[in-house]
């Protein structure tokens, strides 16, 4: 999530954090930050306190692929193509295995709720 986003919604992760609480941040720029999501990740499957296909597990897999393939020296708009690239090839993998009519539905919702 933006930096920007993070502390105007109401449910990120910073603002459900305690006072006092710890907490870490990583930085899109940060060449470990993607493997270090990903380890997070596993870990909260491995001790089942999420499924693989939970949102909060999705959502960080995906911002692991944007940091990874987001050049680090680009233009906010080339960094905006290169994460519509990304989502076309999602798109095409879901269609390929669950069906276009269920993906387009899936993604007809998901941008309902995102408007």
Same mark, same amino acid.
């Given at each position: 999530?933006?930096? $920007?986003?993070?502390? $105007?919604?109401?449910?990120s992760c910073w603002n459900r954090?305690?006072?006092?609480?710890?907490v870490f941040v990583l930085?899109?720029?940060?060449?470990?930050?993607?493997?270090?999501? %990903?380890?997070?990740?596993? *870990?909260?499957? %491995?001790?089942?306190?999420?499924?693989?296909?939970?949102?909060?597990?999705? /959502?960080?897999?995906?911002?692991?692929?944007?940091? /990874?393939?987001?050049?680090?020296? *680009?233009?906010?708009?080339?960094?905006?193509?290169?994460? /519509?690239?990304?989502?076309?090839?999602?798109?095409?993998?879901?269609? /390929?295995?669950?069906?276009?009519?269920?993906?387009?539905?899936? $993604?007809? *919702?998901?941008?309902?709720? *995102?408007?």
């Amino acid at each position: 999530m933006k930096k $920007r986003d993070e502390r $105007r919604i109401k449910d990120s992760c910073w603002n459900r954090a305690h006072e006092g609480e710890l907490v870490f941040v990583l930085l899109g720029r940060d060449v470990a930050a993607p493997a270090a999501i %990903r380890a997070w990740a596993a *870990a909260r499957v %491995r001790h089942g306190k999420n499924f693989a296909i939970d949102p909060q597990i999705t /959502e960080a897999l995906d911002v692991a692929r944007l940091m /990874e393939n987001a050049p680090k020296d *680009a233009s906010l708009e080339d960094q905006l193509a290169a994460a /519509e690239r990304l989502c076309q090839i999602y798109f095409k993998i879901a269609v /390929e295995a669950r069906g276009e009519d269920q993906v387009r539905a899936l $993604r007809d *919702a998901a941008i309902s709720v *995102a408007e």
